[in-house]
């Protein structure tokens, strides 16, 4: 085969690499909607702070992680509903108002899109960080076009970088805030100057530290004009902020603190979060402390990368610089646990890192570590098998129009809480246990439902519907049995269902000491409506 054909069969395998990680990713966002409760699963509400929520929040149909204390897009979430500062039910349900109410950016892009409707504000809000995804994902072949796979990693880099991965996993600021310097920096390679400070000024309404994009208009040759420009444009950036953390000053007042255990002294919290992972790897089985290995590794390599080679004449560099700097003092809040903050703090490092390691194969092997982040991004994207079941069918017996009720299997105390991979998901139960099959509807419906049963040992395990057996059967070792009932009839309100087994619940394994029943795996309804209704 000659030279160019192999090339343009290269390319071609490029691009449609490229075409094919944007339709993966847009599969992998339409599984986080889920019926009757949107996207919320992405806002990352806890169930043990609910009783603070905003009151339509509580009477909406919304997610809620089990026995957790939420993240902080559940506060950004609330403020998208009512963006009025001084609104006493704004301050009950948002711990820490006036340092979350700074950052109010995508809290009115949401309102506005959502025509003030508080329901709409709380869904565009989650799903603002998909949007902003996939128009990074079309800005950024300005600088990695598909035309050698050299571009393919960087490209791929930032996109799929565990930071970026954590802010539309978990509905944060900080992949919006990404498209923004982004979109800054195109307009300052394009020479125009005042426009690009007038978007890292409204960006860093998003998030404080976006007003670091700044550094990109610093003047190249040090001239005292160019300066003088420079501290115009800088004053320009910095006003939006400014004078918006007077306004929340003003009207929320002196109450909650304003962030500062984010920064400490050089390198303190960058060396304590080596020892944790280090740590955690010595003591803790799993991915997770590799894939914080993986982050670190490549957080130093992009620092390094930035401080060995200063080129102050590139914009790009005076950008990344500037974030490298503040790495050296971010505080132990930002650097601790997992997933932590550091790498989507850092995004526009990664950006301009991606953007500046010189081409060639002598450089791949940097690019590559500083780029290892991405390894640690699908923990970050799973999927949420977290309901532990999946209603299919008519939208309108899905879900009852205008209550945002559902059709929803309700598990009992004996089951653990759900897992997944990515081809599957399941709940093990503790010995016997039972679910409810509710119908919201006020008419009875039919349902084809699938399920499987697995064990880690042998054991009889028999089905009760309403106290009335309908299936019994035994399960062998390590072997998924398959089951399907069709046309069940769902009666409006619960239908019970019962799983008891005679053998005891134990433990094989060593890493789990949970004592085990079985599991019951991908739990599908099929509604149909019910003859005559």
């Known amino acids: ?234 004053i320009l950036i910095l006003l939006p902020l400014t004078v918006w953390t007077w306004i929340v000053s003003r009207i929320v007042g002196d109450t909650g603190n304003l962030g500062f255990r984010n920064f400490a002294l050089p390198f303190a919290g960058y060396i304590g979060k080596w020892g944790e992972v280090a740590h955690a790897i010595a003591t803790k089985s799993g991915w997770i402390p590799w894939g914080s290995a993986c982050i670190q590794v490549a957080l130093t390599v992009q620092w390094i990368f930035f401080i060995l080679r200063p080129r102050w004449s590139n914009p790009w560099w005076r950008v990344g610089a500037s974030y490298a700097l503040m790495t050296v003092f971010l505080g132990t809040a930002v650097w601790e646990g997992f997933p932590g903050a550091a790498a989507r703090v850092l995004l526009p490092m990664t950006l301009a890192f991606n953007v500046l390691v010189p081409r060639g194969r002598s450089w791949c092997f940097v690019l590559l570590l500083g780029n290892l982040t991405v390894l640690a991004s699908p923990e970050m994207l799973n999927l949420p098998g977290r309901e532990s079941y999946v209603v299919k069918g008519p939208r309108a017996l899905r879900i009852v129009p205008g209550s945002g009720r559902i059709v929803e299997a309700v598990f009992d105390s004996n089951w653990f809480l759900p897992e997944k991979s990515r081809v599957a998901f399941w709940r093990w139960s503790r010995g016997s246990a039972g679910l409810l099959l509710r119908n919201p509807h006020p008419f009875p419906i039919r349902a084809d439902l699938s399920f499987g049963l697995r064990s880690d040992d042998r054991r009889s395990v028999r089905l009760l519907q309403d106290g009335r057996v309908v299936w019994e059967g035994s399960l062998a070792p390590h072997r998924v049995l398959s089951l399907e009932f069709a046309n069940v009839r769902l009666a409006p309100g619960d239908t019970a269902w019962r799983f008891e087994t005679g053998a005891p619940a134990r433990s094989d394994n060593p890493d789990d000491p949970r004592l085990l029943g079985f599991s019951l795996r991908n739990l599908t309804l099929k509604l149909a409506k019910e003859p005559g209704n």
């Open 1 to 234: 085969m000659a030279p160019g054909r192999r090339l343009d069969l290269s390319i071609l395998a490029l691009r449609l690499g490229y075409v094919a990680a944007l339709a993966a990713f847009a599969w992998t966002c339409s599984e986080f909607y889920l019926p009757g409760k949107g996207f919320t699963y992405l806002v990352v509400f806890g169930d043990r702070g609910n009783a603070s929520f905003l009151p339509e929040l509580r009477a909406f149909n919304h997610y809620e992680y089990p026995k957790s204390y939420g993240y902080d897009a559940q506060y950004y979430a609330q403020i998208a509903m009512r963006p009025r500062l001084d609104d006493p039910a704004l301050r009950h349900a948002v711990d820490n108002l006036r340092y979350r109410a700074r950052r109010i950016l995508f809290c009115w892009t949401a309102y506005a899109l959502a025509g003030g409707n508080a329901l709409r504000a709380l869904n565009i809000y989650a799903f603002q960080n998909i949007a902003a995804w996939f128009l990074l994902a079309f800005l950024l072949l300005r600088w990695f076009p598909p035309v050698n796979w050299g571009n393919g990693v960087r490209w791929a880099g930032v996109l799929f970088s565990f930071g970026l991965c954590v802010s539309v996993g978990e509905s944060l600021v900080d992949g919006p805030s990404l498209l923004l310097i982004a979109a800054g920096m195109a307009l300052v390679e394009s020479r125009r100057p005042w426009l690009a400070a007038a978007v890292f000024g409204v960006a860093g309404l998003g998030k404080e530290t976006n007003v670091l994009g700044a550094a990109s208009l610093a003047p190249a040759d040090n001239s005292r004009a160019g300066w003088r420009k420079a501290v115009v444009q800088g």
